[in-house]
């Protein structure tokens, strides 16, 4: 079955960095569209990044361009995200997310909890 | 602020039919197939709805979804106590290149 597993979550500080780490299982990671997703407490879903199943494309929503860095290692069956320049907006529950045939997440990952304060 | 427009609450009584709205444009539902979540608190969002209106294998056909135009609603028939939940939808978005979602909607059951 499809399992998606994140970690690296944490308190830090603004403007400090924090990696995000997804270990995926029970499908062919390298033939899929992978997502982060966020959640800020008692809000709704944010989309901030996507790559594709070769890594070749990725794309950024506007609040984290610049600050994030989406990557993915299809040897490892992993994705990852590089958040730095911290703020704390940034605060949310992390989803890592499948991409069906239209991009858009079919299975999630049980999140992981990105804090940012002083 | 969503790209996509949810009502933010709906409710029913056990056994009722209930509908939720989604609501969006030309570049997003308007041109690409629509997916609905169902998220119980502290968990992870799970699919319930693709391609507008098929199910996964495990949800109840109790659960339907629609599309017209750049709208999108979700029924539930039967309303059981279990349904109480958050409801997102999402589209592709082909102007922003990536999935948009609405705000969700609390469904209590009443």
């Known amino acids: 079955q499809v399992q998606l597993l994140e970690s690296g979550g944490g308190l830090v500080k603004p403007g400090g960095s924090l990696r995000l780490s997804c270990a995926a299982s029970?499908?062919?990671?390298?033939?899929?569209?992978m997502s982060w997703i966020r959640q800020a407490p008692g809000k709704g879903l944010e989309w901030i990044s996507y790559?594709?199943?070769?890594?070749?494309?990725?794309n950024y929503a506007d609040s984290v361009k610049g600050r994030f860095t989406i990557s993915r290692d299809n040897a490892k069956n992993s994705l990852y995200l590089q958040m730095n320049s911290l703020r704390a907006e940034d605060t949310a529950v992390y989803y890592c997310?499948?991409?069906?045939?239209?991009?858009?997440?079919?299975?999630w990952g049980q999140g992981t909890l990105v804090t940012v304060s002083s | 602020q969503s790209v996509l427009t949810q009502p933010p609450s709906a409710s029913g009584t056990p056994g009722q039919r209930v509908t939720m709205s989604c609501s969006g444009s030309?570049?997003?539902?308007?041109?690409?197939?629509v997916n609905w979540y169902q998220q119980f608190p502290g968990a992870a969002p799970k699919l319930l709805i693709y391609?507008?209106?098929q199910r996964p294998s495990g949800v109840p056909d109790r659960f339907s979804g629609s599309k017209s135009g750049t709208s999108a609603s979700l029924a539930i028939s039967g309303l059981q106590s279990d349904d109480e939940a958050d409801y997102y939808c999402?589209?592709?978005?082909?102007?922003?290149?990536?999935?948009?979602f609405g705000g969700g909607t609390q469904l209590t059951v009443l």
């Open positions: 391609n507008n209106n």
């Open positions: 790559i594709s199943s070769s890594g070749n494309t990725r």
């Open positions: 999402a589209a592709w978005d082909d102007s922003l290149n990536g999935p948009v």
């Open positions: 029970g499908f062919t990671f390298s033939d899929y569209y």
């Open positions: 030309s570049s997003n539902i308007g041109s690409n197939t």
């Open positions: 997310a499948r991409g069906d045939s239209t991009g858009c997440p079919d299975y």
